[in-house]
């Protein structure tokens, strides 16, 4: 909350209707990662990286909570009980 309130003021002067729109939708997906825990940035660089060349149906694996799970390293069994 405390950098929507510091962005309140910059955000007045997006510069259009436009910019705004895309300042809210970037807000939304920073956002999301962190409650994903995913690092926003690495995040974006590897989605940017990679959403010209992946087919309309997989998309869905780009969105930050897909995102994360095929690169978090699996836990042995012992080690999730602890």
Same mark, same amino acid.
């Given at each position: 909350?405390?950098?929507?309130?510091?962005?309140?003021r910059n955000w007045t002067f997006?510069?259009?209707?436009?910019?705004?729109? %895309?300042?809210?939708?970037?807000?939304?997906m920073i956002m999301t990662c %962190?409650? $994903?825990?995913?690092?926003?940035?690495? @995040?974006?660089?590897?989605?940017?990286?990679?959403?010209? $060349?992946?087919?309309?149906?997989?998309?869905?694996?780009?969105?930050? @909570?897909? @995102?994360?799970?095929?690169?978090?390293?699996?836990?042995?069994?012992d080690q999730q009980a602890a």
């Amino acid at each position: 909350m405390r950098g929507i309130a510091l962005g309140r003021r910059n955000w007045t002067f997006a510069g259009s209707l436009r910019g705004a729109d %895309r300042t809210a939708v970037m807000s939304t997906m920073i956002m999301t990662c %962190r409650l $994903n825990d995913v690092d926003p940035k690495a @995040w974006l660089a590897d989605v940017l990286a990679r959403i010209a $060349n992946l087919p309309t149906s997989r998309l869905h694996e780009l969105l930050p @909570w897909e @995102w994360k799970r095929p690169r978090e390293p699996e836990k042995p069994a012992d080690q999730q009980a602890a």
